[in-house]
T-cell receptor, first 113, second 113 residues
C-alpha cells in the first residue's frame, strides 16, 4: 500500500484558513487522494477526494501538487466544529470497495477560539 | 435507514465471554469494512467484505475474532473469550464498489471488565 505522512497535530485560530499537509511520495498513477475527518466520539466522515486537479466542495478544498507527491487540505474559514482528526488516505476509485482502506494516525486539528 | 447502523452502541462484558457486534450497511453497498479504535489511537483495519466474501482478513488480531456477512447486507463481528485488550470502539463502514466515499457508523464501544 502506498503510504501517507501527516503531522501529528496542528493548531489554528477560529475564522482563519487552515492548511493540512499530506505527503504521499510513493503514490501510483491511479491512486486518488481521499480525506476523511473524525470528530470527537464519532466515526470518520468523508471530506473530499481528488486525482490530479484541485477540487472544491462545500466542506473544503484539496490542492494537489503537480508531481502528486503531496497534497493539502484547505479549510477556508475554520470553526470550532472543525476540530477533529484529519486523515489522508490513498485509493483507486475504480478499486474502491475492492481493497482495504488504510488510515494512518492523521493530524489532530485544534481550533483556538 | 439512511446511514450505517451499528448495534449495540455500548457493550460491557466480562472477560472470557463472547460478544457479537452488528453492522447494518447502507442498502446497496457491496463493500463493508470493520475497524477498531483503541482509546486515543488511530483506526486499525480488521476485515472487509465484497458482498458476502472476505478477500482480506489480514487485520483480524487473533483466531478469537471472526466476521461474517449474509445476504450481502448485515455483518456480524464475533469476539470469543474476550480479553481486556479487546476493549475499543469497533467501527463499521460501507461503500459502493468503485465509489469514492465510505460511510461510517457511530461505532460500538466495547468494554471488557
Amino acid at each position: 500500500d502506498a503510504k501517507t505522512t501527516q503531522p501529528n497535530s496542528m493548531e489554528s485560530n477560529e475564522e482563519e484558513p487552515v492548511h493540512l499537509p499530506c505527503n504521499h511520495s510513493t503514490i501510483s498513477g491511479t491512486d486518488y487522494i481521499h480525506w476523511y475527518r473524525q470528530l470527537p466520539s464519532q466515526g470518520p466522515e468523508y471530506v473530499i477526494h481528488g486525482l490530479t486537479s484541485n477540487v472544491n466542495n462545500r466542506m473544503a478544498s484539496l490542492a494537489i501538487a503537480e508531481d502528486r507527491k503531496s497534497s493539502t487540505l484547505i479549510l477556508h474559514r475554520a470553526t470550532l466544529r472543525d476540530a477533529a482528526v484529519y486523515y489522508c488516505i490513498l485509493s483507486a476509485t475504480t478499486n474502491f470497495g475492492n481493497e482495504k482502506l488504510t488510515f494512518g494516525t492523521g493530524t489532530r486539528l485544534t481550533i483556538i477560539p | 435507514g439512511a446511514g450505517v447502523s451499528q448495534s449495540p452502541s455500548n457493550k460491557v462484558t466480562e472477560k472470557g465471554k463472547d460478544v457479537e457486534l452488528r453492522c447494518d450497511p447502507i442498502s446497496g453497498h457491496t463493500a463493508l469494512y470493520w475497524y477498531r479504535q483503541s482509546l486515543g489511537q488511530g483506526l486499525e483495519f480488521l476485515i472487509y467484505f465484497q458482498g458476502n466474501s472476505a478477500p482480506d482478513k489480514s487485520g483480524l488480531p487473533s483466531d478469537r475474532f471472526s466476521a461474517e456477512r449474509t445476504g450481502g447486507s448485515v455483518s456480524t463481528l464475533t469476539i470469543q473469550r474476550t480479553q481486556q485488550e479487546d476493549s475499543a470502539v469497533y467501527l463499521c463502514a460501507s461503500s459502493l464498489i468503485g465509489g469514492a466515499e465510505a460511510f461510517f457508523g457511530q461505532g460500538t464501544r466495547l468494554t471488557v471488565v
